[in-house]
């Protein structure tokens, strides 16, 4: 009995498993007798068609695209296995199949055992007389021919065989867009490919007008531009955003989604310098000329969205810049005025935040509330909103590096409401690696005789010789428009290999290998238990005061070490989840789409290009349909330690609880 593969479509998005799919045939097919083999084929037929379904984004229109073929191949069943028709048997042991129902690989060895003893020639003349008696003479000449053909001639009847080739499948706008983000194409590039691909008889791709027709979906209205920056209203940015995460879901989470909702969603400012300078004059609204080499901007990232029971959409890449969308930019350099205006102005927009109200058919309304964590901020930003005067100063407990090392009772309390900020994993990494570095340059000076600067100086040149040729890493020397060369994924591989790192900056490996657990345990995607993370800050402290006590803390280590416990308990998502990295590596994406993507014709011409390729890249139902790079997962990481201070199950090896910027 031969059944075509889109028959059991329905029947796959109506069961939940392979056991409700086998019992939905069974119940549509009651003549036939499901036995253990037919529950088997069956069983992998709905494991197959769960795979493609997830290949095709859960998008029932794309799979039925991209599967055609698969959905008009026939699921065949013996006729033995049908009630009706049984087969009987005397024999003991297990039945006999007949070849046609046999696997590959028994066909070809039930064959050998036949031919083995049978020479070509004669397996030839047997095939040419069977189709003689099948009265298919033209087969049988053919097999004589082949039997007795040159080798050149046996090339030729091979050649004219015809290739069956499947049917192209084409991208729709949609697919077509996250392709054209993911190769980085511009305009003319896309256009160029198109085109050569069009002239080999391959067409694919649709039009670039399909794609402008994707991008204008993909952005919302109601831009405030100017030649000196461009800001959308953020009722505006949150309604487009959960309009369009709701339209990535797939039909059956569509239908389970009830009508309260909550998106929670990340936000944060930075500055970024090092960007091209055009040569264009830019006069701003005051009549000052502008420099466009820095620029200040806002993000909002989107990260879960919750109903009262169950999470319905959770950032599968929080710390990608695949979903960092875009709240303001402006040329200007980061500095406290434009910090305190443009957080006030935000906290001010957030107040005023009404729901956004998605209708899903005639007869059901999506209500969507709005929840938001300012924690997308380094060290500078943090300062400003904490009014902490000095960059050596805790901006939690507002205690001097001097007094770090005194009990918390003798001073002044923390102020709770610096807890929210949380702690910036990506800036808390750097500065960690800083500090040992500057401890390594200050180790073993007790017999130089000559001064102690020109000692570090020395000491500072060996240990950056020693992890170029050891590890391949440029250490702390200054990048020109960048700081310096101390940036995260250089801080990653430093901790990422305590034994050579100890050996290099002569600083203690038990302490290197206690900061990496304890920065591997904030970049998480999980959630840390709070008891075991004091306690083993505790003991990093002590291990520090006990080897190093000459040196004072940083204000970044001390947060960790005396406040880390307090600021992850007050935050409602994983410390992880609720990093910085996406803003700081979205700096990169300014720049070039700035360079690749943007119309010069005018300053207001080129913000608004590059304003909306943020939203574009950043749209959340675009980025569903990305490819994703595999996460580079961190080495020596998934130690007992570490496990130990985080709230997962105890058979849970680790494997999907650190992600790198994607």
């Known amino acids: 009995m031969n059944i075509l593969n889109k028959v059991f479509l329905e029947h796959f ?53 991209k599967n055609e073929g698969f959905l008009n191949r026939t699921f065949t069943i013996q006729e033995d296995e049908i009630e009706d028709s049984p087969v009987p048997s005397t024999s003991r042991g297990r039945p006999s199949k007949s070849l046609q129902a046999c696997s590959e690989y028994t066909k070809r060895r039930k064959l050998l055992e036949t031919t083995s003893n049978i020479s070509t020639e004669n397996v030839s003349i047997a095939l040419s007389m069977k189709y003689n008696k099948d009265s298919n003479k033209a087969k049988a000449d053919i097999t004589k021919a082949v039997l007795s053909a040159s080798p050149l001639r046996v ?105 309260q909702l909550n998106l929670l969603s990340k936000w944060g400012c930075d500055g970024s310098s090092g960007q091209s300078a055009y040569k264009q004059r830019i006069v701003s609204e005051d009549g000052d000329v502008v420099s466009d080499a820095n620029m200040f901007m806002a993000s909002l990232v989107p990260l879960r969205l919750k109903g009262d029971l169950n999470e319905h959409w959770k950032n599968p890449r929080p710390s990608s810049v695949h979903f960092c969308r ?54 500078k930003v943090l300062n400003e909103l904490t009014s902490t005067k000095s960059t050596l100063s805790c901006p939690i407990c507002k205690r001097t590096q001097k007094n770090f090392q005194k009990e918390a009772d003798d001073l002044a309390e923390a102020d709770e409401r610096n807890y929210e900020f949380g702690i910036s994993p990506l800036h808390a990494r750097i500065r960690c690696m800083d500090f040992v570095l500057k401890l390594a ?45 101390n940036d995260g994924n250089t801080s990653r591989r430093f901790f990422e290999n305590p034994g050579v790192t100890s050996a290099i900056t002569r600083v203690d490996e038990e302490l290197l290998k206690k900061l990496q657990v304890i920065l591997n345990a904030l970049s998480s995607m999980e959630s840390i238990n709070i008891d075991k993370f004091n306690e083993y800050t505790k003991s990093t402290s002590d291990l520090l005061k006990s080897k190093y006590s000459h040196k004072i803390l940083t204000p970044t280590l001390h947060k960790i070490l005396d406040h880390g416990g307090e600021l992850i308990s007050h935050q409602v998502l994983p410390i992880g989840e609720l990093s910085e990295e996406a803003q700081e590596a979205r700096n990169k994406d300014y720049k ?51 496990i130990s201070l985080l709230n997962i199950k105890s058979d849970d090896d680790g494997s999907e609880l650190f992600t790198e910027n994607l």
């Open 592 to 642: 070039r789409y700035r360079y690749s993507n943007t119309c010069k014709v005018s300053r207001k011409r080129q913000n608004e290009d590059l304003f909306n390729m943020l939203f574009i890249s950043s749209d959340p139902l675009v980025s569903s349909l990305r490819h994703a790079r595999s996460h580079k997962e961190l080495k020596k990481s998934y130690c007992p330690e570490l």
């Open 326 to 379: 875009p709240i303001m930019f402006k040329y200007a350099k980061e500095s406290s005025d434009i910090i305190q205006t443009t957080v006030s102005n935000i906290r001010n927009q957030i107040k005023n935040l009404a729901p956004t109200v998605i209708t899903l058919n005639e007869e059901k309304n999506v209500m969507v509330r709005h929840e938001f964590f300012l924690t997308m901020i380094d060290g």
């Open 441 to 485: 340059y200050g180790l073993n000076q007790e017999n130089e005789a000559t001064d102690k600067k020109e000692a570090e100086k020395r000491r500072k040149l060996e240990i950056q010789k020693e992890f170029r040729e050891q590890l391949g890493l440029i250490i702390d020397t200054p990048k020109q428009g960048f700081g310096n060369t």
């Open 155 to 259: 090339q030729r009847i091979k050649a004219s065989i015809p290739t069956p080739q499947r049917d192209p499948i084409k991208y729709d706008g949609l697919t077509a867009l996250a392709l054209f983000l993911d190769m980085g194409l511009s305009k003319e590039k896309y256009k160029l490919m198109r085109k050569s691909l069009r002239s080999h008889n391959v067409d694919v791709f649709p039009s670039y007008n399909v794609l402008m027709e994707a991008k204008i979906e993909a952005t919302p209205s109601n831009l405030i531009i100017t030649e000196t920056s461009v800001e959308v209203n953020l009722q505006d940015l949150v309604d487009h955003t959960a309009k369009r995460i709701i339209n990535s879901l797939d039909n059956r989470e569509l239908q389970i989604l009830p009508t």
């Open 13 to 65: 998005h109506n069961a939940s498993n392979s056991e409700e799919f086998v019992q939905l045939f069974q119940n549509q097919y009651s003549e036939i007798s499901v036995n253990e083999e037919t529950k088997k084929k069956l069983q992998k037929l709905y494991a197959i068609f769960k795979q493609k379904w997830i290949q095709s984004s859960r998008h029932n229109e794309r799979f039925l695209t």
